[in-house]
């Protein structure tokens, strides 16, 4: 049995889509809140899968968390939960200190009377692995070298502060207490079903319904781009080979300004489903730029593919065209996600929220 929090998100869901392919015997208990970010019409495929499990828990909640490591032993847990969006963060950060720092701290603690219990093999094989952002490292000038694993934390925003907080937690964990764990700080992702307040699945969304696409500033913020199946692939590499308390940057070597992101997914959409006059760059508005904006964030990602053998499969045009044809292809998710329909869904699943 694994453990995955957070696997009704973006990632998360990803993951657990890939982790259950056929033939792998072994069951997985996704614990998920099931906040505005959570949207288990993502595994609905899934749901009666005998190998996977759902339980609708805080992170924070100390008395729960207990519970299920006592009721399903896992042999790793997977940490996805978080609040993730970094506008958000900058609106009300409270959320994000309760759930990413505390919560965090919370799975730690559990993780940790757990697996001191344990005993032999058990003991040696359990792993917690931390699931983290680039953003820690803070911003990058334009002849700067990528983030290596030894870059110093700077991070700019509530989201990447709390985030660097809970790195810093597991660090201690593992320093302090000898707990296996295992952190990986991956740039953006990008794929299906990201939830449309982040730019990709926002600007195909907006794009395809013929309202403004909103760039911050003058679209020259640079990211590395990563898709999210990839990422996922790195996960797994890491669960199984990587040494505990070491950390894994994950990155596409795919370093873009916003405003080509925009670009390219304009032009395929231009290909994919054209207008009936002129191009989808025409819906382009640039806005107010975020509050302390990080410039240009990129991922020297050469250990995990020296130590572990990883590498993407997808480049990044095959992955945003994987990406714009996904989003073409699923107008009923991005509907129900959208107008919030999927709530109707959960609380038919789970009863009211
Ligand atoms: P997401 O916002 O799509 O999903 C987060 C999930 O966590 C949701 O299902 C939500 O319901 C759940 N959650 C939130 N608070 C919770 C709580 N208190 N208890 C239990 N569940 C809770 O996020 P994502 O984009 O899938 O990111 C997943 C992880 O990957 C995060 O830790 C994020 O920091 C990290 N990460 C994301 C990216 C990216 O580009 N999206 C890049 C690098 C790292």
Known sequence: MIFVTGGAG????????????????????????????????????????????????????????AALFAQHRPRAILHFAAESHVDRSIASPDEFIRTNVNGTFNLLEAARRYWNALQGEERDAFRFLHVSTDEVYGTLGPQDAPFSETTPYAPNSPYSASKAAS?????????????PTLTTNCSNNYGPYHF?????????????????????????????WLYVGDHCTAIREVLAKGKPGETYNIGGWNEKPNLEVVHTLCDILDQLK?????????????????????????ID??????ELGWKPVETFESGIRKTVEWYLANPQ???????????TWIEQQYGAQ
């Open 196 to 224: 449309p307040e982040k730019l990709i699945p926002l600007v195909i969304s907006n794009a395809v319904e013929g309202k403004p696409l909103p760039i911050y500033g003058d679209g020259m913020q640079v990211r590395d």
């Open 167 to 179: 790195d810093h937690l597991v660090r201690a964990y593992h320093h302090t207490y000898g707990l």
């Open 274 to 298: 054209p207008k009936a006059a002129g191009s989808y760059r025409d819906q382009i508005t640039f806005v107010k730029d975020r509050p302390g904006h990080d410039r240009r964030y990129a």
């Open 333 to 343: 998710w991005v509907a129900n996600v959208r107008s919030g329909g999927y709530l």
């Open 301 to 306: 990602a050469r250990k995990i593919e020296r």
């Open 10 to 65: 973006f990632i998360g869901s990803n993951f657990i889509l890939d982790y259950l392919v056929p033939g792998r015997d072994e069951r997985l208990l996704n614990i998920d809140k099931l906040t505005y970010a959570g949207n288990p019409y993502n595994l609905a495929g899934i749901a009666n899968d005998s190998r996977y499990l759902f339980s609708q828990t805080d992170i924070c909640d100390e008395t729960a968390i």
